[in-house]
């Protein structure tokens, strides 16, 4: 089961007017991994997250979802697809008019058509999966840490139990030991759910902490997707000086220190 491809593309383009951002890009993840997808400035590391999620038409290419290409769907299959998928935006992107609570029974009571009761108790059970304090739930976002708005809305993206996480910058603006314990729950609810993940990061502890595979998005395309080991000995100017800097070294000692990384 762990060969299962949970994600295909081929050929993927995206384009803004004359600017080209993926070019013929092919990408796999397997069932059960944890992939973090990484690449500088530009590379297009969110255009490709937002494309796979369906909330970006591309130009051209097949993007295949749990087994179904998207494009050959319609409206409700479309709607069921969606509700096997949860996302977490870079800032969170919880509604500020409701409590934390209110937040992630949303899409219990929109899309599962639970009653308000019933959504807010399971919403408490999954604000607990995500190590949120009881108290969190009557919370508005703004009194929320940095650290605990990450975790709220990692509790609404895992609401409907779906098979497949896709996290973009997860770890962004936390402190290292807020960032750190994000990393472990991250890998404790993968290996209960059996969840796969799609994580876009620039966090080199990250990485070596909580991902199976690594890729590298550089000239419009996926440059390499492997293990760490592999992708940090490709020869590649952005991948040496990303690897192999002062931040990479430290990172990478800090998993040998640990134990070493998931993958």
Same mark, same amino acid.
């Given at each position: ?18 600017? !080209? ?57 479309? /709607? ?12 969170? @992107? ?32 999954? &604000? ?9 739930? @009557? ?39 807020? @960032? ?5 729950? &991250?890998?404790? &609810? ?6 796969? !993940? ?56 800090? /998993?040998?220190? @640990? ?5």
């Amino acid at each position: 089961m762990r060969d299962q491809l949970v994600i295909s593309v081929r050929g993927l383009c995206n384009r803004f007017g004359d600017q !080209v951002v993926h070019e013929d890009l092919d990408l796999d993840v397997k069932r059960g991994e944890i992939l973090g997808v990484v690449g500088g400035s530009g590379s297009g590391k969110s255009v490709l997250l937002r494309s796979i999620v369906g909330l970006q038409a591309p130009h051209s290419g097949e993007i295949r979802l749990l087994g179904e290409e998207q494009r050959g769907l319609n409206e409700r299959e479309r /709607a069921r697809l969606k509700h096997r998928v949860g996302v977490l935006f870079q800032q969170g @992107a919880l509604f500020s008019s409701l409590t934390v609570l209110e937040n992630v029974a949303l899409p219990l009571m929109e899309h599962a058509k639970l009653p308000r009761r019933e959504a807010e108790d399971l919403a408490t059970v999954k &604000l607990a999966l995500t190590g949120l304090p009881a108290h969190a739930g @009557a919370l508005a976002p703004t009194e929320l840490s940095g650290g605990m708005i990450k975790r709220a809305a990692l509790a609404r993206a895992l609401a409907l139990d779906p098979d497949l996480l896709f996290l973009d910058e997860p770890t962004a603006g936390l402190d290292p030991i807020s @960032a750190a314990a994000f990393d472990q729950l &991250l890998i404790t &609810l993968r290996n209960a759910f059996n969840l796969t !993940v799609f994580l876009v990061t620039h966090d080199l502890d990250t990485l070596y902490t909580s991902c199976d595979r690594v890729a590298v998005l550089s000239q419009k395309k996926v440059l390499v997707a492997d293990s760490l080991d592999v992708v940090a000995a490709t020869k590649d100017d952005w991948i040496q000086d990303y690897f192999h800097g002062p931040r990479g070294r430290a990172a990478a000692q800090a /998993a040998d220190h @640990a134990g070493g990384h998931t993958g």
